[in-house]
């Protein structure tokens, strides 16, 4: 009890302690307002105490790859506990499995893994995936696998759903021997949806195929157990996910994976740092995780704080964190749900299939762009719109929706009209979002679905097919720019 008391005042220190929450902007109608961020699903907001403990490491920062001066040490030292704070986090056990940094996000991680397994098992072809993947877990895998399969999804009266585990089981049953592996996202980053991970897992390993989680939208989210579980077939080989979902915006993308999948694979990436001897003629690849696998000067502080922030999470723990944000987003789903308009896309029965941070709707009879334009310059709520990079996913929620519309224009046009509605709104929750935010997101689209046509009015479509207001302009107050940040502190 004492425990959980500490645990939720922890949340609610750290939930209110992010850099940004208080950004205040003018919108079209001359007010001033505080930003409702519900665009972390695209990049989250800085946790403080992430922000300020680099802050403070600066003041012993140096390279690593040395111990010798006292900030090589410390450097060196607190660099590789980030890789080992990330492993248990992940719970991943680190006589098993390594983690090392590349890229900015998930996308690096997900390229250089599709090379690793390609490489791994060079006489399996197949790489099995979700309709619902993000590009990132799906071109790496066009690109490097010979062959990808997307696997359908569950469809509850027409609503898309998890993965459909009987159409996965079939193509492993029927491509036995030649699947390589399956890459799955943990949560969807268009509906929040969440894949059922460790039961994907068994199943794949059953038929003798790997597991890759792309895990972007699961790891800032949900509590994740790679490894330790009592049946081994629901363990994770490999999960890549990004620093900057994950309340730390620049820092690395993180790889988590078993090191016999990697230990016999020349890394993709050579130079300093990963090689034990160089000879003109040749060189010896060490044979130490994770040295071997990060070539190059890695982003020290940026890993710095992203195990900081996770260390921050799993104090809280991830399971209240989630039970938490659920309750947010499921009441959130149920007042949009409410509005006359708004179609939200995907399964909406939780108990069906869970959800985690993210919802994608549309208003019936106003384009998605016009919906997020309003958002942001009437109402300071800052969403996405378009596919998400999910094209293939969001295409096939939308497809009812377009040939509604297709009767209602030209045939000439569907074309043109089809690129300009092919999309959604997408609100997306984090640590820092509030049942008030839900409430102010509710009051926005009440208002927008009921002056629709005075709002449309305010508009026009640009070359790029952008909405724009008419009159109102990005105003000065509402603007950043380092070079002014520079002059003044120059002039200071
Ligand atoms: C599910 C999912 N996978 C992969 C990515 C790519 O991540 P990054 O942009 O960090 O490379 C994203 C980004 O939105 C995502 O949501």
Request: hydrophobic fraction near 40%; charge should be negative; glycine fraction near 6%.
């Amino acid at each position: 009890m004492n425990n959980l008391k500490t645990r939720d005042k922890l949340l609610s220190k750290v939930a209110a302690d992010f850099i940004g929450l208080d950004t205040v902007y003018k919108t079209a109608d001359g007010r001033k307002s505080r930003r409702i961020y519900l665009d972390s699903t695209a990049s989250t907001l800085m946790m403080r105490a992430a922000h300020d403990a680099v802050e403070a490491f600066y003041n012993h920062y140096a390279n690593t790859h040395s111990i010798l001066h006292f900030s090589a040490r410390i450097s060196s030292e607190q660099y590789h506990w980030a890789h080992e704070r990330i492993l248990s986090f992940l719970k991943a056990d680190p006589e098993i499995y390594t983690c090392f940094f590349t890229g900015s996000g998930t996308t690096s991680g997900i390229n250089r893994l599709a090379r690793v397994f390609r490489d791994y098992r060079p006489d399996r072809h197949i790489a099995l995936i979700s309709l619902m993947e993000h590009h990132s877990n799906d071109l790496p895998h066009r690109k490097h696998a010979k062959k990808v399969i997307h696997i359908p999804l569950n469809s509850h009266k027409g609503r898309p759903g998890c993965i459909n585990m009987e159409a996965l089981e079939n193509e492993l049953k029927n491509n036995k021997g030649s699947v390589n592996y399956v890459a799955v996202t943990g949560v969807s980053n268009v509906t929040g949806i969440i894949n059922p991970i460790y039961d994907i897992a068994e199943l794949a390993h059953e038929y003798d195929a790997l597991i890759l989680i792309d895990g972007a939208q699961l790891v800032a989210h949900l509590p994740v157990q790679m490894s330790g579980h009592n049946n081994p077939n629901r363990n994770i080989d490999a999960l890549v996910f990004s620093g900057h979902k994950t309340y730390v915006p620049g820092s690395p993308g993180a790889v988590i994976c078993r090191k016999d999948i990697l230990e016999n694979i020349e890394p993709e990436e050579v130079g300093g740092g990963m090689v034990e001897n160089v000879f003109v003629e040749s060189y010896e690849v060490k044979t130490t995780f994770p040295d071997r696998e990060e070539a190059g000067t890695p982003n020290i502080p940026g890993a710095i704080g992203l195990a900081t922030a996770i260390d921050v999470l799993d104090r809280i723990g991830m399971q209240e964190i989630f039970e938490d944000e659920e309750k947010l987003v499921l009441t959130a789903m149920d007042k949009l749900q409410k509005i006359p308009g708004v179609i939200i896309y995907g399964e909406i029965d939780c108990h069906i299939c869970p959800r985690a941070a993210s919802i994608s709707f549309n208003v019936k009879g106003m384009d998605h762009g016009l919906v997020a334009a309003i958002l942001n310059d009437y109402h300071n709520i800052a969403v996405r719109n378009e596919c998400f990079c999910a094209h293939p996913y969001v295409k096939e929620m939308i497809l009812d929706d377009l040939l509604d519309a297709a009767e209602t224009i030209a045939e000439e046009d569907i074309e043109e009209v089809f690129k300009l509605k092919s999309g959604m709104v997408r609100v997306s929750f984090g640590l820092y979002n509030t049942m008030a935010d839900g409430d102010i997101l509710e009051k926005a689209l009440i208002d927008i679905t009921e002056k629709a046509a005075s709002y449309a009015a305010q508009y026009h479509v640009d070359g790029n097919g952008n909405y724009c207001h008419n009159h109102f302009k990005l105003e000065r107050e509402n603007h950043f720019s380092v070079s002014e940040f520079i002059d003044t502190y120059v002039g200071g």
